[in-house]
């Protein structure tokens, strides 16, 4: 497993986010795209290559999942 440094990274929400606190913050690091809890900046990062982030972004808009 590779280790991502996060430490610069520029962290943004989505433009839909509603402020009530349960956010999901990514940075692009080239070809890694990090994901963290912007309640836990701190905590843990999801670091997910940037293709396969592509594929799941295109699956939410397609309306490939569903909300348990």
């Keep these: 497993m590779k280790r991502v440094d996060v430490r610069d990274a520029d962290w943004f929400k989505s433009s839909h ?4 606190g349960n956010c999901l913050e990514v ?10 809890d912007s309640k836990q ?4 990062v999801v670091a997910i ?3 396969g ?3 799941f972004i295109s699956g939410v808009a397609n309306g ?3 909300r348990l």
Excluded: K
């Excluded at 986010?17 to 009530?20: A, F, H, I, L």
């Design 41 to 44: 900046q701190s905590g843990p």
């Design 49 to 51: 290559a940037a293709d």
């Design 53 to 55: 982030w592509r594929a």
């Design 17 to 20: 986010s509603n402020g009530n």
């Design 64 to 66: 490939e999942f569903v």
């Design 27 to 36: 940075a692009v690091l080239g070809e890694i795209v990090a994901a963290r």
